[in-house]
C-alpha cells in the first residue's frame, strides 16, 4: 500500500502472480467448503462459553431471597428465620436487586405486631416514620434454579464479582491469543485446534463441577485459553486455503454461526436447572468435534514453511480431486521451490515494532487501536447487560440479540463489497446508532414491566446491530492498513489491545446500582466516538476497485454521447471498412460501455459530422422519445 495514495486496494485482493498454492486450490471450491463449514462449527461453542454468564448467573426474581437481619429481635431469635424481603420490594426486578441488600425496620416492626400482637422496638428505630434500614446478615436463596448468584452468593457488595468471572473469561482470550501466536510456529494450525478443543472439553467440565468460586474462575480462565487456540488456529487456516473475494466472505461469515451460538444457546438453557450441568452440556457437545476434527484440512503454507513438503503435496492433490482443477506436471519440484522462498521469507520478517515506523501515520494505528478497543467493549457489555433487562424475559432477549448480529453483519458484508468507503458508512451507522440510544431516556414509566423491557430492548438491538457491522468492517478490513508483511503483527496488536480492554470493561454492568441506564449510556458515548473514530480512517483508504457511482443521465445525453461513441469507434478504426454493413450493424448493436464512460468522454465534437449530429440531436429526440432504450 502506498501512502502517497491515500487509497487501499480492495480486501483480500489476488495478487497478479499466483503462487503454486493459490493455482492448484482456486480461491474456493468444494474441498475448502467441507474445512470452512466444520471451522464454523467451532464458533458456536465458543459463543456458547462467553455468553453463558447470562443463564448461570441469572439476577433473582422477586421472593426468591429471603433476609435475615442482624438485630431483629435479638430475644426472639425464632422469628428472624423467616421474613421474606419481597413484600417490600419494588415492582420491577431490576430495583428489588437493590432493596434486597436491605432489611427495613418499620416494615419489620409491623410484621412482628401483625404476628405476634406485640410492639418491638428496634434499638435502632429512632424515628417511628423513618425508614431506617438494617442490613441482610444472611440472605436465602428459595429459588429452584441453582445459579452460581445462589451458590456463591453473589449479591450486594458481591455482586461485582459475578462481572469479575466474565473478566477471567477475557484474561484467558487474551492469554489464549498471544499463546497461539506463539505455538503456531512449531505446530501445526490442524494440531493445535485439536488440543484447544480438547482443553475445552477437560477445563470446561472442571469449570462447571467445582464447589469455590475461586476455582470456578480459574477454570474459566484456562477454558478461555483453549477456546482462543481453537478459534485461532482455525481462522488461520482460513485464511490460507481462500483467497480474493471468497476470503471476505469467508471471514466476514465466520461470525454468523457466533451468532447462531447465541440463538442456540436459550433453547439449550431451558433443559437444565443447574448451572453445572449446562456446563458440563456445553463441554460435552465439543466432543462432536473432535470426531469432526479429521476432516478438517491443515494450512499447505504452513506445511511448506516448516519443509513438510510431503504432507503439503498430499493435501495439494487432495485439494484438486474434490474441486477438479489441473496439477502442474513439476508440482513437487515447485513446491519443494517455494519452500525454500517461504522459509526464507520468514527469516526476514519484520517485529512487532516496524508497524510502527512511520510508513503508516501513527495516529491512524492509535486509532484502529481504540476503534477495536471500544467494538469490543459494546459487544461483550451488550451481551452481559442482558441480564439486566428482566429475568422473565432473558431467553427471549438473548434469541434476539443473535437475530440482531445477523442483521449488523450482512450489513457490514455490504459495506465490505459493494461500497468505495466502508470505513466512512460503517462510522456513520454506528453514529446515527448511538444518538439514538440517548433516546432511552425518555421512555415513559409504566406498570407492566415487560413493556418497558420490549421498549428498551429496541434500542440494544439498533446499537447491537451497527456495533456488529463494525466488528465485520474491522475484521476484513484492519490489516489492509499496513504493508503485507506487517499485517500479523498489526492484528495481533489490535486484537490484544481489544481484549485487555474486555479484561475490564464488565465491570460497567456493576453501575446498575447507581441507575439502571447508566451503562447503555456510557456504552452509546463509547460508540459514537469510535463512529467519529471510523470517519476520520475514511480520509485514508478506500475501496479503489469499486467504481464510483455515476450521476444518472438523460435520454438525450444518453443517445447524444453513445452516437458520439459509435461514430468515432466507425471512422477511427480503418478495418471497418471492410466488413459487410449487416456485420457494421451488428457491431454498433452489440457495443456497449459503462454509464462512467459515457460522462468521461470527451465532449468536444472531432470532426464535422460530430457537430452536424449535435445540431439534429433535439429533432432526432423527439422522434424517438416513445422508445424504449
Request: net charge neutral.
Amino acid at each position: 500500500m502506498s501512502e502517497s495514495q491515500s487509497t487501499v486496494s480492495f480486501p483480500g485482493k489476488p495478487s497478479q502472480d499466483l503462487d503454486v498454492v493459490e493455482q492448484v486450490n482456486g480461491s474456493f471450491g468444494r474441498w475448502q467448503l467441507r474445512t470452512i463449514l466444520l471451522i464454523f462449527l467451532c464458533k458456536i461453542p465458543s459463543a456458547w462459553f462467553t455468553a453463558i454468564i447470562i443463564y448461570t448467573a441469572p439476577y433473582p426474581w422477586k421472593g426468591e431471597l429471603v433476609c435475615h437481619p442482624a438485630e431483629w429481635n435479638v430475644s426472639r431469635p425464632h422469628v428472624t428465620s423467616t421474613h421474606p424481603l419481597w413484600q417490600d420490594a419494588r415492582s420491577t426486578d431490576r430495583l428489588f436487586n437493590v432493596d434486597v441488600c436491605n432489611a427495613y425496620s418499620n416494615s419489620l416492626a409491623r410484621g412482628f405486631v401483625r404476628s405476634h400482637g406485640k410492639e418491638w422496638n428496634a434499638s435502632e428505630s429512632k424515628e417511628p416514620d423513618a425508614q431506617s434500614s438494617l442490613p441482610c446478615e444472611h440472605v436465602e436463596h428459595t429459588t429452584a434454579y441453582r445459579s452460581l448468584i445462589s451458590q456463591f452468593d453473589l449479591i450486594c457488595s458481591r455482586r461485582v464479582l459475578v462481572a469479575v468471572t466474565q473478566s477471567f473469561h477475557a484474561l484467558g482470550a487474551l492469554i489464549g491469543g498471544l499463546m497461539a501466536y506463539s505455538a503456531l510456529k512449531i505446530i501445526s494450525p490442524r494440531r493445535l485446534m485439536l488440543l484447544g478443543m480438547i482443553g475445552q472439553i477437560f477445563c470446561g467440565n472442571l469449570t462447571g463441577l467445582v464447589d469455590t468460586y475461586q476455582l470456578h474462575i480459574y477454570f474459566r480462565c484456562l477454558t478461555s485459553i483453549f477456546c482462543a487456540l481453537m478459534y485461532t488456529s482455525g481462522q488461520f487456516i482460513l485464511n490460507d486455503i481462500t483467497s480474493g473475494k471468497a476470503r471476505i466472505i469467508v471471514v466476514t461469515l465466520s461470525e454468523l454461526f457466533w451468532s447462531m451460538g447465541l440463538v442456540l444457546l436459550p433453547a439449550i438453557s431451558i433443559y437444565f436447572d443447574d448451572w453445572s450441568y449446562l456446563y458440563v452440556a456445553i463441554s460435552s457437545s465439543l466432543i462432536i468435534l473432535v470426531w469432526l476434527h479429521r476432516w478438517i484440512a491443515d494450512a499447505p503454507r504452513w506445511l511448506l514453511q516448516h519443509q513438510r513438503v510431503e504432507a503439503a503435496l498430499r493435501l495439494l492433490l487432495e485439494s484438486a480431486t474434490y474441486n477438479n482443477r489441473k496439477v502442474p506436471l513439476t508440482l513437487d519440484v515447485q513446491l519443494t521451490v517455494y519452500a525454500n522462498d517461504l522459509e526464507q521469507m520468514d527469516k526476514k520478517k519484520c517485529g512487532y515494532c516496524q508497524i510502527w515506523d512511520g510508513e503508516t501515520k501513527r495516529s491512524q494505528l492509535v486509532y484502529i487501536h481504540w476503534i477495536w478497543g471500544g467494538a469490543m467493549v459494546l459487544y461483550n457489555i451488550i451481551l452481559l447487560m442482558i441480564r439486566n433487562l428482566g429475568a422473565q424475559q432473558v431467553h427471549v432477549n438473548t434469541a434476539a440479540m443473535g437475530f440482531a448480529e445477523m442483521v449488523g453483519l450482512f450489513i457490514g458484508l455490504y459495506f465490505i463489497l459493494y461500497t468505495r468507503r466502508h470505513w466512512r458508512w460503517a462510522g456513520n451507522l454506528m453514529i446515527m446508532a448511538s444518538l439514538s440510544t440517548y433516546l432511552i431516556w425518555l421512555l415513559p414509566e409504566t406498570e407492566r414491566n415487560s413493556r418497558r423491557v420490549g421498549l428498551e430492548l429496541v434500542f440494544w438491538l439498533i446499537l447491537k446491530i451497527a456495533n456488529s457491522a463494525s466488528i465485520a468492517v474491522l475484521t476484513t478490513c484492519t490489516s489492509e492498513i499496513v504493508s503485507k508483511e506487517k499485517r500479523v503483527f498489526l492484528m495481533l496488536s489490535v486484537i490484544s489491545f481489544s481484549r485487555v480492554c474486555l479484561v475490564f470493561c464488565p465491570l460497567l454492568s456493576c453501575l446498575t446500582v447507581i441507575h439502571h441506564l447508566l451503562p447503555v449510556t456510557i456504552l452509546a458515548t463509547v460508540g459514537w466516538i469510535y463512529g467519529l473514530a471510523l470517519r476520520r480512517l475514511n480520509r485514508y483508504y478506500w475501496n479503489t476497485e469499486q467504481p464510483q457511482m455515476s450521476q444518472v443521465p438523460t435520454p438525450n445525453t444518453y443517445r447524444r454521447q453513445s452516437a458520439i461513441i459509435m461514430r468515432r469507434c466507425s471512422t477511427v478504426s480503418s478495418d471497418c471498412s471492410a466488413y459487410s454493413n449487416e456485420l457494421l450493424s451488428n457491431f454498433e448493436r452489440n457495443m456497449a460501455v459503462s454509464i462512467a464512460d459515457i460522462w468521461h468522454i470527451n465532449f468536444h465534437p472531432s470532426s464535422e459530422i460530430e457537430i452536424e449530429l449535435e445540431q439534429q440531436q433535439p429533432e432526432a429526440s423527439r422522434s424517438h422519445s416513445s422508445e424504449t432504450i
